[in-house]
Protein backbone atom coordinates (compact mmCIF):
# COMPACT_ATOMS: atom_id res chain seq x y z
CA UNK A 1 0.00 0.00 0.00
CA UNK A 2 1.58 3.31 -1.15
CA UNK A 3 1.49 6.25 1.22
CA UNK A 4 1.99 10.17 0.40
CA UNK A 5 3.77 10.93 3.61
CA UNK A 6 3.03 14.52 2.38
CA UNK A 7 -0.45 14.42 3.40
CA UNK A 8 0.33 12.62 7.03
CA UNK A 9 3.24 15.13 7.70
CA UNK A 10 0.55 18.33 6.95
CA UNK A 11 -1.87 16.36 9.22
CA UNK A 12 0.26 16.08 12.14
CA UNK A 13 0.77 19.51 12.84
CA UNK A 14 -1.31 21.87 15.30
CA UNK A 15 -3.96 24.01 12.77
CA UNK A 16 -3.72 26.81 16.08
CA UNK A 17 0.26 27.02 15.59
CA UNK A 18 0.97 26.64 12.26
CA UNK A 19 -0.73 27.76 8.70
CA UNK A 20 -1.26 24.62 7.54
CA UNK A 21 -2.56 25.96 3.77
CA UNK A 22 0.08 28.35 3.87
CA UNK A 23 2.82 27.73 0.91
CA UNK A 24 6.06 27.47 2.89
CA UNK A 25 4.70 24.65 5.35
CA UNK A 26 3.17 22.79 2.22
CA UNK A 27 6.55 23.19 0.04
CA UNK A 28 8.43 22.04 3.90
CA UNK A 29 5.48 19.05 3.94
CA UNK A 30 6.11 17.92 0.53
CA UNK A 31 10.20 18.03 0.60
CA UNK A 32 9.95 16.17 4.04
CA UNK A 33 6.84 13.84 2.65
CA UNK A 34 9.19 12.39 -0.24
CA UNK A 35 12.10 11.71 1.87
CA UNK A 36 9.77 9.22 3.95
CA UNK A 37 8.53 7.79 0.82
CA UNK A 38 11.69 6.90 0.06
CA UNK A 39 12.60 5.57 3.20
CA UNK A 40 9.37 3.41 2.57
CA UNK A 41 10.43 1.99 -0.41
CA UNK A 42 13.48 1.16 0.39
CA UNK A 43 11.73 -0.45 3.76
CA UNK A 44 9.83 -2.65 1.30
CA UNK A 45 12.68 -3.80 -1.27
CA UNK A 46 14.38 -4.80 1.96
CA UNK A 47 11.49 -6.47 3.74
CA UNK A 48 11.33 -8.41 -0.32
CA UNK A 49 15.03 -9.21 -0.05
CA UNK A 50 13.87 -11.85 2.44
CA UNK A 51 13.99 -14.12 -0.18
CA UNK A 52 16.66 -13.97 -3.04
CA UNK A 53 13.71 -14.68 -5.98
CA UNK A 54 12.28 -10.79 -5.16
CA UNK A 55 15.60 -8.90 -3.74
CA UNK A 56 15.80 -6.88 -6.58
CA UNK A 57 18.50 -4.98 -6.25
CA UNK A 58 19.89 -6.29 -3.28
CA UNK A 59 20.69 -9.59 -4.96
CA UNK A 60 23.69 -8.44 -4.66
CA UNK A 61 24.02 -9.13 -0.88
CA UNK A 62 22.83 -12.46 -0.96
CA UNK A 63 25.80 -13.23 -3.36
CA UNK A 64 27.63 -11.52 -1.16
CA UNK A 65 26.98 -13.33 1.83
CA UNK A 66 26.80 -16.97 -0.14
CA UNK A 67 30.20 -16.46 -1.22
CA UNK A 68 29.80 -15.46 -5.10
CA UNK A 69 31.22 -13.44 -7.01
CA UNK A 70 28.72 -10.74 -8.73
CA UNK A 71 28.77 -11.51 -12.47
CA UNK A 72 25.93 -9.29 -14.46
CA UNK A 73 26.40 -10.41 -17.68
CA UNK A 74 24.31 -13.93 -16.30
CA UNK A 75 19.99 -13.27 -16.39
CA UNK A 76 18.39 -11.85 -13.14
CA UNK A 77 16.89 -15.60 -12.78
CA UNK A 78 20.79 -16.83 -13.31
CA UNK A 79 21.80 -14.92 -10.51
CA UNK A 80 18.93 -15.96 -8.38
CA UNK A 81 19.39 -19.85 -8.68
CA UNK A 82 23.12 -19.45 -8.71
CA UNK A 83 22.14 -18.41 -4.59
CA UNK A 84 19.51 -20.87 -4.28
CA UNK A 85 22.00 -23.43 -5.02
CA UNK A 86 24.21 -22.31 -2.45
CA UNK A 87 21.87 -21.95 0.14
CA UNK A 88 20.32 -25.41 -0.68
CA UNK A 89 24.34 -26.76 -0.03
CA UNK A 90 24.65 -27.85 3.11
CA UNK A 91 27.04 -30.68 1.91
CA UNK A 92 26.94 -34.02 1.39
CA UNK A 93 29.11 -36.28 -0.33
CA UNK A 94 27.12 -38.72 -1.96
CA UNK A 95 26.10 -39.21 -5.35
CA UNK A 96 22.01 -39.09 -4.70
CA UNK A 97 22.61 -35.58 -2.57
CA UNK A 98 24.61 -34.15 -5.95
CA UNK A 99 21.71 -35.07 -8.06
CA UNK A 100 18.98 -33.52 -5.89
CA UNK A 101 21.31 -30.33 -5.85
CA UNK A 102 21.19 -30.07 -9.51
CA UNK A 103 17.51 -31.17 -9.50
CA UNK A 104 17.03 -28.06 -7.34
CA UNK A 105 17.63 -25.48 -10.24
CA UNK A 106 16.40 -27.95 -13.22
CA UNK A 107 18.95 -30.00 -14.33
CA UNK A 108 18.88 -33.78 -14.74
CA UNK A 109 22.71 -35.16 -14.14
CA UNK A 110 23.84 -38.96 -14.20
CA UNK A 111 27.02 -39.64 -12.09
CA UNK A 112 29.37 -42.12 -13.15
CA UNK A 113 32.36 -43.08 -10.58
CA UNK A 114 35.06 -45.06 -12.20
CA UNK A 115 36.74 -48.05 -10.96
CA UNK A 116 39.98 -49.20 -12.42
CA UNK A 117 39.36 -52.70 -10.44
CA UNK A 118 36.43 -53.65 -12.75
CA UNK A 119 37.83 -52.32 -15.71
CA UNK A 120 35.64 -49.72 -15.42
CA UNK A 121 37.89 -46.38 -17.26
CA UNK A 122 36.59 -43.05 -18.31
CA UNK A 123 35.97 -42.23 -22.20
CA UNK A 124 39.55 -41.89 -24.18
CA UNK A 125 40.47 -38.16 -23.87
CA UNK A 126 39.23 -37.34 -20.45
CA UNK A 127 42.04 -39.35 -18.34
CA UNK A 128 44.48 -36.60 -20.37
CA UNK A 129 42.65 -33.55 -18.20
CA UNK A 130 43.61 -35.25 -14.87
CA UNK A 131 47.13 -34.42 -13.89
CA UNK A 132 49.81 -36.81 -12.19
CA UNK A 133 49.55 -40.72 -12.65
CA UNK A 134 45.59 -41.44 -13.67
CA UNK A 135 45.93 -45.06 -14.25
CA UNK A 136 46.36 -44.89 -10.06
CA UNK A 137 43.67 -42.03 -9.22
CA UNK A 138 40.78 -43.13 -11.22
CA UNK A 139 38.86 -43.62 -8.06
CA UNK A 140 38.99 -40.03 -7.39
CA UNK A 141 38.02 -39.46 -11.02
CA UNK A 142 34.12 -38.63 -11.55
CA UNK A 143 31.76 -37.55 -14.63
CA UNK A 144 29.09 -35.49 -14.35
CA UNK A 145 26.65 -36.08 -18.01
CA UNK A 146 24.33 -33.40 -17.71
CA UNK A 147 21.08 -34.81 -19.60
CA UNK A 148 19.02 -31.44 -20.60
CA UNK A 149 22.51 -29.71 -21.89
CA UNK A 150 21.20 -29.51 -25.05
CA UNK A 151 20.85 -25.60 -25.00
CA UNK A 152 24.43 -25.47 -24.14
CA UNK A 153 25.98 -26.71 -26.99
CA UNK A 154 27.34 -24.48 -29.75
CA UNK A 155 28.52 -25.61 -32.63
CA UNK A 156 30.87 -23.59 -35.36
CA UNK A 157 29.30 -21.94 -38.14
CA UNK A 158 29.96 -19.93 -40.82
CA UNK A 159 29.84 -16.65 -41.08
CA UNK A 160 29.03 -16.74 -37.02
CA UNK A 161 32.10 -18.29 -35.72
CA UNK A 162 35.75 -16.76 -36.32
CA UNK A 163 39.46 -18.66 -37.06
CA UNK A 164 40.75 -20.35 -34.08
CA UNK A 165 36.64 -20.89 -32.24
CA UNK A 166 36.67 -24.71 -31.57
CA UNK A 167 34.05 -26.49 -33.81
CA UNK A 168 32.23 -27.38 -30.76
CA UNK A 169 31.80 -25.62 -27.48
CA UNK A 170 29.58 -26.31 -24.75
CA UNK A 171 29.17 -26.07 -20.93
CA UNK A 172 27.23 -24.71 -18.52
CA UNK A 173 29.15 -22.53 -15.71
CA UNK A 174 26.14 -22.57 -13.15
CA UNK A 175 26.45 -26.09 -12.70
CA UNK A 176 30.02 -26.51 -13.32
CA UNK A 177 31.27 -23.80 -10.96
CA UNK A 178 28.90 -25.02 -8.16
CA UNK A 179 29.98 -28.95 -8.33
CA UNK A 180 33.58 -27.77 -8.95
CA UNK A 181 32.88 -25.57 -5.42
CA UNK A 182 31.02 -28.56 -3.65
CA UNK A 183 33.04 -31.90 -4.74
CA UNK A 184 36.07 -33.10 -2.25
CA UNK A 185 39.15 -31.63 -2.66
CA UNK A 186 41.27 -34.77 -3.66
CA UNK A 187 39.04 -35.55 -6.98
CA UNK A 188 38.56 -34.67 -10.39
CA UNK A 189 35.22 -33.89 -11.99
CA UNK A 190 34.07 -33.14 -15.26
CA UNK A 191 31.34 -33.07 -17.42
CA UNK A 192 29.19 -34.44 -20.27
CA UNK A 193 26.85 -33.33 -22.45
CA UNK A 194 25.09 -36.48 -24.24
CA UNK A 195 23.42 -34.93 -27.22
CA UNK A 196 20.12 -36.95 -27.43
Not at 33 to 62: C, H, M
Request: glycine fraction near 8%; hydrophobic fraction near 40%.
Amino acid sequence: MSIEHKQVLAGLYPPVAYDINGEQFLIQCEVDGKAFDRLQQKATEVLNAISPEESGSLLADWERVCGLVTDLSLSYSERVNRVIVQLNAVGGLSIPYFTQLAESIGYKIVIKEFSPLQHDLPDPGDIGQFYGEPEDRLIFMWRVSVINGENNIVYFRAGNSCAGEPLVGFGDPIIETFFRDLKPAHTYCYFAYPVS
